[in-house]
T-cell receptor
């Protein structure tokens, strides 16, 4: 059974740029949730995708957007990067929407200069 | 909004027991999760409680009291590899997960 994978591992961008982060869900899982984790904080929910549709969203501005593909992999896109966007971005997959246990990938460390 | 509180840091000796408390005030309740996160790594699932009482899984146990908005994670027979951050997360009535800031546990030899 393949776990959740994310790419890239690390990324450095400058303010104003755009970034795309990728996630492959665990085998058999159709739901992907994205979280932002600032240093010393718990993960903050960005949004969730269930069967290619956005299924819920946290308190993040519209410049955070996403996609889910037919194979249930997912992308997180962030436009107009700000310094405060520097964080660990975690992807978690689950079997069915919000009701199942979420399993996390290793994360992408984004640094915005 | 969701409010989840847990201590920032705890230190314990190898072989000892440590109890990490978590209190929560959330809009509804549909389960409480504990995750372990080593520095720079992904959170890994430890336990899930939705009914009151104690859930035991090897050296780790988790307790829930819904009426008190309270949970704890008990780590027994501490090992050096248990040094990590422990995250308490609550699933509210919108079924979304809200996390506490995490408790950093340091195990000393």
């Amino acid at each position: 059974e393949t776990g959740v994978t994310q790419s890239p591992t690390h990324l450095i961008k400058t303010r104003g740029q755009q970034v795309t982060l990728r996630c492959s869900s665990q085998s058999g899982h159709n739901t992907v949730s994205w979280y932002q984790q600032a240093l010393g904080q718990g993960p903050q929910f960005i949004f969730q995708y269930y069967r290619e549709e956005e299924n819920g969203r946290g308190n993040f501005p519209p410049r955070f957007s996403g996609l889910q593909f037919p194979n249930y992999s997912s992308e997180l896109n962030v436009n107009a990067l700000e310094l405060d966007d520097s964080a660990l971005y975690l992807c978690a997959s689950s079997l069915a929407g919000f009701t199942d246990t979420q399993y996390f990938g290793p994360g992408t460390r984004l640094t915005v200069l | 909004g969701q409010n989840i509180d847990q201590p920032t840091e705890m230190t314990a000796t190898e072989g000892a027991i440590v109890q990490i408390n978590c209190t929560y005030q959330t809009s509804g309740f549909n389960g409480l999760f504990w995750y372990q996160q080593h520095a720079g790594e992904a959170p890994t699932f430890l336990s899930y409680n939705v009914l009151d009482g104690l859930e035991e899984k090897g050296r780790f146990s988790s307790f829930l009291s819904r009426s008190k908005g309270y949970s704890y994670l008990l780590l027994k027979e501490l090992q050096m590899k248990d040094s990590a951050s422990y995250l308490c997360a609550v699933r509210g009535d919108d079924y979304k997960l809200s996390f506490g800031a995490g408790t950093t546990v340091t195990v000393r030899a």
